[in-house]
């Protein structure tokens, strides 16, 4: 297995920012010998959603309906937490809520048994269907919140009543603002994508990694683009790690996450530096358009420049915690 040794070493060949404490942030190894991450592993158990939002990170309004089973579910994280586990798993989509059978998709994340903590994110439009049986299984809900959908404080409270007597944990995120994230049209520029994966904070500060159909990525972007870009469609598992069928899952799954290499991804993707927006909504069938753009015109180079100096600046996007029980 791991040693601490190794897992400084692999942490040195990060590139681009103070390494070994970015690294440490995200996992640490048990002494079993399976990792620990720290933060959360995310599962889309829907693609899709109701609302089309113009900064999507997830693409949603652009994927088709997608509904994740359970049975899969239990099967990919019982598999995966022989080798890993993880603080939290955040339920996410599109829109989770979609979802008709959502109370068995948080059973089989409780039955996998990989972390004691579930939380739902939503984008709060629907939840009249957070029932007391989901509440009963789950330990948050994450609403986000944007300037043009937002929920009263009345049905928050309503929702934070019902959540107190299952102890879970109610909590409202605000965006105002997001970061333009893609560019459908790529670039031959390979220094400057390897400069955005350096400074992608979703895969060396926060380790967003997801499970998706038997595989796990490092990012949801890089399971999202696959769907959309032509060149990436052929091997849409291309950039994920096979977590039943790639040999010794438990060698590999360190030099998979912390590998230097930018994903085939990347190239359509600008991570955490693109220019900030406005939170608008938008048309679902011109939703894409406005991504079919060069990436050296979605980043914002001053910005890459001061992530290169410091990968923990955040600009813009989520602020406030108006609700927390
Ligand atoms: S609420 Fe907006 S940001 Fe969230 S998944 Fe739906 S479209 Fe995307
Ligand atoms: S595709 Fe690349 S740049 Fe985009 S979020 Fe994933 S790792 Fe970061």
């Given at each position: 297995m791991f040693k601490a040794s190794s897992l400084k070493a692999?942490?040195?060949?990060?590139?681009?920012?103070?390494k070994k404490q970015a690294v440490k942030k995200?996992?640490?190894?048990?002494?079993?010998?399976?990792?620990?991450?720290?933060?959360?592993?995310?599962?889309?158990?829907?693609?899709?959603?109701?609302?089309?939002c113009g900064g999507c990170n997830h693409l949603?309004?652009?994927?088709?309906?997608?509904?994740e089973s359970a049975e899969r579910i239990l099967g990919d994280l019982s598999t995966l937490k022989q080798h890993m586990r993880v603080e939290c798993v955040k339920l996410l989509g599109g829109e989770p809520l979609l979802?008709?059978?959502?109370?068995?998709?948080?059973?089989?994340v409780r039955k996998s048994n990989i972390s004691n903590k579930i939380i739902l994110l939503t984008n709060g439009t629907l939840l009249s269907r957070i029932t007391d049986g989901l509440l009963e299984i789950l330990d948050g809900v994450e609403i986000s919140q944007y300037p043009s959908m937002q929920n009263s404080a009345e049905e928050i409270a309503l929702l934070q009543k019902r959540a107190e007597k299952y102890s879970v944990t109610i909590s409202s995120f605000y965006f105002r603002t997001f970061h333009k994230s893609f560019a459908f049209k790529g670039t031959e520029d390979k220094k400057l994508v390897q400069r955005i994966f350096n400074t992608c904070r979703k895969v060396h500060l926060w380790g967003c990694y997801a499970v998706y159909e038997g595989y796990l990525f490092?990012?949801?972007?890089?399971?999202?683009?696959?769907?959309?870009?032509?060149?990436?469609?052929?091997?849409?598992h291309g950039d994920g790690l096979s977590i039943h069928s790639c040999g010794d899952f438990s060698k590999k799954i360190i030099p998979f996450l912390t590998s230097r290499t930018p994903l085939n991804a990347c190239t359509f993707c600008v991570g955490n530096v693109g220019h900030i927006k406005d939170h608008h909504m938008t048309q679902r069938?011109?939703?894409?358009?406005?991504?079919?753009?060069?990436?050296?015109?979605?980043?914002?180079?001053?910005?890459?420049?001061?992530?290169e100096a410091d990968i923990a600046i955040r600009v813009g996007c989520r602020n406030g915690v108006p609700f927390e029980s």
């Open positions: 692999i942490a040195r060949r990060i590139l681009g920012f103070s995200i996992f640490i190894q048990l002494a079993d010998g399976t990792l620990f991450h720290q933060h959360s592993l995310e599962i889309e158990i829907v693609d899709h959603c109701n609302l089309t949603s309004p652009a994927i088709p309906r997608r509904f979802h008709p059978d959502i109370e068995a998709i948080v059973a089989a490092k990012c949801p972007q890089s399971i999202y683009l696959a769907k959309v870009i032509p060149e990436l469609q052929h091997d849409p069938d011109v939703w894409k358009s406005q991504y079919e753009v060069s990436t050296e015109s979605v980043v914002d180079h001053d910005l890459l420049k001061k992530a």
